[in-house]
Every structure is written in C-alpha cells, then in structure tokens.
C-alpha cells in the first residue's frame, strides 16, 4: 500500500507565505509525476502545480510566480512553497503521486488527505 501524508497548510496573512510538504510512504517502485491540486470552497479541484521525476514543473496561471513546486526524489517528497499568497488561495490543498507498479508497465494515482489553506484580507 502507499500513503501520502502532507504537512504544512495553516493560517496566514495576505502577503504571506506557507511551504507544504508531502510524503509518499509505501510499496514504491517509482515515482512519475507528482502535484499539488486545490479545492476551494464551493468550487472545483483544479491543478496548482506539478512536476515530472526528471524535473520540468508547470503551474496554474493564476500562481505562476507566486509558487514553486520542488521535488525530493531521494525522500519521496514534493514541496510547494507559496509566497505572496492571495485570499483567493484558500482552499485545500490536496498532493497526488502516479506511482509505477513493480513492471514498471503502468502508473497509478495516489491522493493526501488533504490540508486546508486559509488566507486571510
């Protein structure tokens, strides 16, 4: 089984700045591509950022910026640190993993529990 446990969500100002952290734990064979998603309320899960094990990222245009995605392949951790942070960032923040079988033949998609972000005006 694989779990991803996040860390890091929390209350701030506006202006200010959060780093969350998710680790995958597990029968891991590899990692592809992990991410960061948000749900606010209300509203849909949408893609904030993600990046690929050799490292190419992409961002929402509405973070570009603002966040940056980073991974540890060593620890089976992706980052993202969150500067100049919105009211309209508030949301939970939820860490996804496609993570390769033992064959190496297919990648499945793993999610965190989830951990809110409240930005306040």
């Known amino acids: 089984q694989v779990q991803l446990v996040e860390s890091g969500g929390g209350l701030v100002q506006a202006g200010g700045s959060l780093r969350l952290s998710c680790a995958a734990s597990g029968s891991i064979f590899g990692i592809d591509a992990m991410g960061w998603y948000r749900q606010g309320l209300g509203k849909e899960r949408e893609l904030v950022a993600a990046i690929t094990s050799g490292g190419p990222a992409d961002y929402a245009g509405s973070v570009k910026g603002r966040f940056t995605i980073s991974r540890d392949n060593a620890k089976n951790t992706v980052y993202l640190q969150m500067n100049s942070l919105k009211p309209e960032d508030t949301a939970v923040y939820y860490c996804?993993?496609?993570?390769?079988?033992?064959?190496?033949?297919?990648?499945?998609?793993?999610w965190g529990q989830g951990t809110q972000v409240t930005v306040s005006s």
């Open positions: 996804n993993a496609m993570i390769w079988n033992s064959l190496h033949t297919a990648t499945y998609d793993y």
